[in-house]
């Protein structure tokens, strides 16, 4: 089952703050997040593991509430480069084999 | 080196030929990925190679035919597609595949396929 993220796009000025929501139906042991700019491959961000923990990239945090099933991404303070689409990832059983399955994607756009 | 190689960048091909993407990595890792992506899309897992046999084969059309020769490089094979098979095919890498508690994917910049 695919995560659920919310918003589907945000704007904002350089500068400004926002927050990524990824939601699933399903229990949760493990979110991942990845940026993808334009024209480019994904890029690693972070995982977060069961447990509440947070981790942070550069101005990136992320918690994870495995409770609510669902984790958030913090993006403060935002600049140009954080301009993109992220995507949330959560590992979902099927056949006997884990796969990553990523949700519809946010696509970010910091202006200056 | 951190890097996942794809060729070739760009892709136009008939629906009549047969072609082949590949891609490389010497990081060591023993899990290799097919996605697809679609413009605007999230990229969707095609296959999954661990330790060089196929583990994950997601219902993929026979007309995509995956092949992985050793722990570095994985190929996949085209023949006869069609226009809707036209994507951005990434293919990606991992150290251990398997369990996704504390595993991270390493994708190559794509290959933009055209079918007409």
């Known amino acids: 089952q695919q995560p659920v993220q919310s918003p589907q796009a945000v704007i904002l000025r350089e500068g400004e703050d926002a927050v990524i929501n990824c939601s699933s139906s399903?229990?949760?042991?493990?979110v991942h997040w990845y940026r993808q700019k334009h024209g480019e491959a994904p890029v690693f961000l972070m995982i977060l593991l069961k447990g509440g923990e947070q981790k942070g990239h550069e101005k990136i945090s992320a918690s994870f509430n495995e409770k609510k099933q669902q984790s958030s991404l913090y993006l403060t303070a935002s600049q140009l480069s954080y301009s993109g689409t992220y995507f949330c990832g959560t590992a979902l059983t099927q056949g006997g084999s884990e796969k990553l399955v990523f949700g519809k994607g946010t696509k970010l756009t910091v202006n200056p | 080196d951190t890097e996942v190689t794809q060729t070739p960048k760009h892709l136009v091909m008939g629906m009549t030929n047969k072609k082949s993407l590949k891609c490389e990595q010497h990081m060591g890792h023993r899990a290799m990925y097919w996605y697809k992506q679609k413009a605007k899309k999230p990229p969707e897992l095609m296959f999954v190679?661990?330790?060089?046999?196929?583990?994950i084969n997601e219902s993929v059309p026979s007309r995509f035919s995956p092949e992985c020769p050793n722990s570095s490089l994985l190929n996949l094979h085209l023949h006869a597609l069609q226009p809707e098979d036209s994507a951005l095919y990434l293919c990606a890498s991992s150290p251990m595949g398997g369990s996704w508690t504390n595993e991270k994917l390493f994708f190559g910049s794509g290959t933009q396929l055209s079918v007409l």
């Open positions: 399903k229990a949760l042991y493990s």
């Open positions: 190679y661990s330790y060089e046999k196929l583990s």
